[in-house]
């Protein structure tokens, strides 16, 4: 039987329309107008050659495990308390994120919790795993960007912010995939985001072992395979930054704010460093690496 492999499938739906010229000042401009769609879809390796042929399609990529950008502990960091609120200077700023959407693509949100009282949240799950943050990771960064002042405590940076928009795009247990991560980003942007935060990289090592123990590739084959995938992932996110920056023009256009990722051990050894993750990577992603405060100030 024919092999098949599931696959991410980037399409442009908009076209070229003609703008008048009290439009546009100049007569006859031809005005793109894009409309991303993603397909998810079982394709063999001759599907895959018709399909990447089409006119529509931007790009087409394997679809790859997700991971949630785990945080790091620091033992000398003081319990509980929202240093990082006059780290970056939010405490003596006149900005309050009043009037600002944000999408937070994560493990969902305790919309229960009373940092989030007066805030209107809107929900999607797309995981299957249903509403709901089962995991924590979500709820502590929809605080951190947005939350309300608990007991008096300081914890959200823009608190003045008043409608969220909570996509979930991981399990419970920190997994995903790559199609949610592509879907929630797109109904953000559909639903009028400003700001979207993801806390996701690509799980690389995972689908190396999957193509091993599931489909028996040796691992050298398989780890170019998911180099492959990689580099397709990488090459559609860049695709569909610019048809959502192509839209800065009608509106008010979408930050996109990722994770650059805690893989490196220089805990371990100074030279266990290495690059930032995808989606942080990608092209026109505002990549954020995180601090730690210590005796000798913040590293």
């Known amino acids: 039987g024919r092999t098949m492999h599931t696959y991410v499938v980037l399409r442009d739906l908009g076209n070229a329309s003609v703008a008048g010229p009290f439009e546009t000042g100049l007569a006859g401009v031809e005005e793109v107008v894009t409309e991303p769609r993603i397909d998810v879809e079982r394709l063999d390796k001759a599907e895959v050659q018709e399909v990447a042929r089409d006119p529509q399609v931007r790009s087409i990529a394997e679809v790859m495990p997700t991971r949630l950008v785990e945080p790091v502990a620091s033992s000398e960091a003081a319990a509980g308390a929202a240093w990082g609120i006059g780290a970056v200077g939010a405490d003596t700023s006149a900005r309050t994120g009043a009037g600002v959407v944000v999408a937070v693509l994560d493990t969902g949100i305790d919309a229960d919790h009373p940092a989030f009282a007066g805030v209107t949240l809107t929900q999607t799950d797309f995981t299957g795993s249903g509403l709901g943050d089962r995991n924590g990771h979500g709820t502590h960064c929809a605080g951190t960007i947005f939350g309300r002042d608990v007991d008096g405590a300081r914890i959200g940076v823009a608190r003045g912010v008043d409608r969220a928009l909570i996509g979930k795009v991981l399990a419970d247990d920190g997994t995903g995939s790559s199609p949610w991560m592509f879907d929630g980003l797109q109904w953000a942007v559909n639903q009028g985001a400003h700001v979207v935060s993801i806390s996701i990289e690509l799980d690389f090592p995972n ?37 959502i920056h192509s839209r800065e023009a009608f509106g008010a256009g979408t930050m996109v704010v990722a994770a650059a990722g805690n893989g490196s051990r220089r805990n371990v050894d100074p030279d266990h460093e290495i690059g930032v993750a995808l989606p942080a990577a990608a092209d026109g992603v505002v990549s954020v690496a995180a601090v730690g405060q210590s005796s000798q100030g913040l590293q």
């Open 207 to 243: 689908f190396v072992r999957r193509v091993v123990d599931e489909e028996g590739w040796p691992v050298d084959l398989a780890t170019s395979r998911a180099l492959e995938a990689y580099r397709a992932t990488l090459h559609m996110f860049d695709a569909l930054m610019a048809m």
